[in-house]
């Protein structure tokens, strides 16, 4: 990590890169019992840089704030943050206090920000022909376009997702699974091979993403597995 960091929202990219954003560089959460005490927490000095992990690049280098940009809102206890179906990163809160509180140092917070990844502002690559239900252990083939500007020799990635959210520091139903694809030969459809069964991606909604180098699509909404409701047995191929 680039500085200490509790509270931290970690949040997955569907290139498979991790955005690391809020939080407060010392203290920690509830409850407000030591010294030190803003509002209902004892975090304080508000971490105002993202950061990135990317599990690519080489170790000691994995982790950069390089040309993120530094934000002059505090997102302190009871931040949330979440991936959009767009592909970009949707933050509100905080709120410290016990009550709505403006009037203290870390106010409760009612502006709400988006942060563009760089791939907001490209070229994008584009999904169509999605089915609305997708087994699982099964094949499908979708429709795609790949902007010319993006080199044809960069890799392709289909990532499944849940988008889950992020409150301050605790991550619910965030899944990413990437599945393998094949680009057919003049480009313009993928065949894809759903995940094998229920225990790798959990039956019900996700969005699938494609990236091709630095380019990321936006989201197409998918009904994974039986589209049943709960409890549902056991789905797909044992493992
Ligand atoms: C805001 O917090 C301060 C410090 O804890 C407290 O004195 C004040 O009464 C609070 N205001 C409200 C409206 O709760
Ligand atoms: C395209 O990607 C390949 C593989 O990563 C790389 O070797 C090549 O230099 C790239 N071409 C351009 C024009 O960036």
């Known amino acids: 990590?680039?500085?200490?960091?509790?509270?931290?929202?970690?949040?997955?990219l569907p290139n498979g890169q991790v955005?690391?954003?809020?939080?407060?560089?010392?203290?920690?959460?509830?409850?407000?019992?030591?010294?030190?005490?803003?509002?209902n927490s004892n975090a304080d000095h508000?971490?105002?840089t993202p950061s990135l992990y990317d599990p690519l690049a080489p170790l000691g280098r994995r982790i950069s704030n390089k040309e993120l940009p530094t934000?002059?809102?505090a997102r302190m206890y009871h931040s949330s943050v979440t991936l959009t179906p767009s592909g970009n990163?949707?933050?509100a809160g905080s709120n410290p206090n016990v009550n709505v509180n403006e009037t203290v140092k870390?106010?409760?917070?009612?502006?709400?920000?988006?942060?563009?990844?760089?791939?907001?502002?490209?070229?994008?690559?584009?999904?169509?022909?999605?089915?609305?239900?997708?087994?699982?252990?099964?094949?499908?083939?979708?429709?795609?376009?790949?902007?010319?500007s993006v080199n044809r020799s960069s890799e392709i990635k289909v990532a499944l997702m849940d988008l889950g959210y992020s409150s301050h520091?605790?991550?619910?139903?965030?899944?990413?699974?990437?599945?393998?694809?094949?680009?057919?030969?003049d480009r313009k459809s993928l065949e894809i091979l759903s995940p094998p069964n229920n225990r790798v991606y959990p039956p019900g909604p996700g969005y699938l993403f494609l990236t091709v180098g630095d380019a990321t699509s936006a989201g197409m909404r998918v009904m994974v597995g039986s589209g049943a409701s709960p409890p549902v047995p056991d789905q797909g191929r044992r493992i």
């Not at 520091?169 to 030969?185: G, K, Q, T, Y």
């Open 1 to 12: 990590m680039l500085e200490g960091r509790m509270m931290p929202e970690m949040i997955l």
């Open 19 to 39: 955005l690391i954003i809020n939080g407060a560089q010392t203290g920690y959460a509830a409850i407000s019992s030591v010294a030190v005490v803003q509002g």
């Open 46 to 48: 508000a971490a105002l």
């Open 71 to 73: 934000t002059d809102i």
């Open 89 to 91: 990163i949707l933050l």
């Open 106 to 148: 870390f106010p409760t917070e009612f502006r709400v920000q988006y942060l563009n990844p760089p791939y907001m502002s490209m070229a994008r690559p584009t999904l169509s022909g999605v089915p609305a239900k997708i087994a699982f252990d099964s094949r499908f083939t979708v429709q795609v376009t790949i902007p010319q």
């Open 169 to 185: 520091a605790f991550h619910s139903s965030s899944r990413l699974v990437f599945l393998d694809a094949s680009l057919s030969s």
